[in-house]
């Protein structure tokens, strides 16, 4: 079973960066058994795919986001991190990190990050 | 990027009846490379359905996927009480991955 927690800031202020990271146990996130993924729920809203990312490094990000997004690996923690820049009131949502085949079956259970002034 | 269509936004319904959700994509989801999850308030997402017709490791037989193209629907035969949440549909088939809007199901 794979279990993953989320850990960062909870407020940060318009045009700071949003810094994440998620930590991983029962899985080795250099083994290449998933991609880590990090998704977001705006409040009132619904889910939405923010990027991921492979133990090569490799990446893929949500076109909206990606000029913002960088995702990166931490392997010597097991540990993923997500870095949005310029953040704005829009980004206040609950972050969620995930295993990624395509589908998500092991999520952790979200951090709320507030961006206001 | 392919759009997911979720109807109906809120469906209500008395425990032990059965739901039908649908999810409707833009384009054609290949490889019926579909799935469903149910969320509940302050928890994570729950994997139910990928493979548009295939259970989730422990998930009950009460829940059941089908279609294919871009049509997909989301069967539950008889509502548990723990079976009232938000249900979101969401395509893996070719980046970027996108969820449909969600469906509330809540008590009648």
């Known amino acids: 079973q794979v279990q993953l927690q989320e850990s960062g800031p909870g407020l940060l202020k318009p045009s700071q960066t949003l810094s994440l990271t998620c930590t991983v146990s029962g899985a080795s996130i250099s083994s290449g058994t998933y991609y880590w993924s990090w998704i977001r729920q705006p409040a009132g809203k619904g889910l939405e795919w923010i990027g991921r990312i492979y133990s090569s490094g490799s990446t893929s990000y949500y076109p909206s986001l990606k000029s913002r997004v960088t995702i990166s690996l931490d392997t010597s923690k097991n540990q993923f991190s997500l870095k949005l820049t310029s953040a704005t009131a829009a980004d206040t949502a609950v972050y969620y990190c995930?295993?990624?085949?395509?589908?998500?079956?092991?999520w952790g259970q979200g951090t709320l990050v507030t961006v206001s002034s | 990027e392919i759009v997911l269509t979720q109807s109906p936004g809120t469906l209500s319904l008395p425990p032990g009846e059965g739901a039908t959700l649908s999810c409707r994509a833009s384009q054609s989801v290949d490889s019926n490379f579909l799935a469903w999850y149910l969320h509940k308030p302050g928890q994570a997402p729950r994997l139910l359905i990928y493979?548009?017709?295939n259970r989730a490791t422990g998930i009950p037989d009460r829940f059941s996927g089908s279609g294919s193209g871009t049509d997909f629907t989301l069967t539950i035969s008889r509502l548990e009480p723990e079976d009232f949440a938000v249900y979101y549909c969401q395509h893996y088939a070719r980046s970027p991955w996108t969820f449909g809007q969600g469906t509330k199901v809540e008590i009648k």
């Open positions: 493979g548009a017709s």
């Open positions: 995930a295993t990624d085949l395509g589908k998500f079956d092991f």
